[in-house]
């Protein structure tokens, strides 16, 4: 869309996602993650961690279902979407704002993990059971075989 801030932010979840339903009834998930910028600073010869990001991220509909189900706090995710700014009262009167990214993707970081994908159903999100692949043996390739023994010819 245009005129929105498009964010791509990796990091790690900081509190359990939370699985609610709007008036509508669509699900909605929220979680926040953390990213902290490391620094190699010469002088000390040593890696330095630098001031903590921390923003809430909001997904929609059957994806909020799957994160849900899927992501946990302490896990390193990839989320894009869009930053948006919401501002309210404190308890004090006074004007705050608040970031959040309402997440069009969300995926586990394979930086330093591995996972495994269960593709889920289209209608009810739930988890489609593995299917196994006919194994057939494999034709003989007539090419390959057929001048394999002859020499080339000029």
């Known amino acids: 869309m ?45 890696w330095e961690d630098g001031e903590p990001l921390f923003l809430g ?8 279902e799957h994160v849900a189900e899927s992501v946990q706090r302490g896990m ?3 989320v894009v979407g869009r930053l948006t700014q919401r501002q309210y009262e404190d308890r004090e009167g006074k004007t705050r704002s608040s970031y959040e990214i309402q ?6 970081s394979l930086l330093r993990a591995t996972a495994v994908v269960t ?8 988890p489609q059971q ?16 057929q001048f394999s023994n002859q020499q080339p010819q000029f």
């Open 76 to 78: 390193r995710v990839i």
């Open 119 to 126: 593709k889920a159903n289209g209608s009810n999100g739930s």
């Open 130 to 145: 593995p299917q196994e692949r006919p194994y057939s043996q494999p034709q003989a390739d007539q090419w390959s075989t």
């Open 103 to 108: 997440a069009d993707e969300i995926a586990p």
């Open 57 to 64: 991220v909001a997904v929609w509909r059957q994806q909020a």
């Open 2 to 46: 245009s005129g929105e801030t498009t964010i791509t932010m990796s990091g790690n979840v900081v509190t359990e996602p939370e699985l609610r339903f709007a008036p509508s009834g669509a699900p909605v998930a929220n979680f926040r993650i953390a990213s902290t910028p490391r620094k190699f600073n010469k002088q000390s010869n040593a």
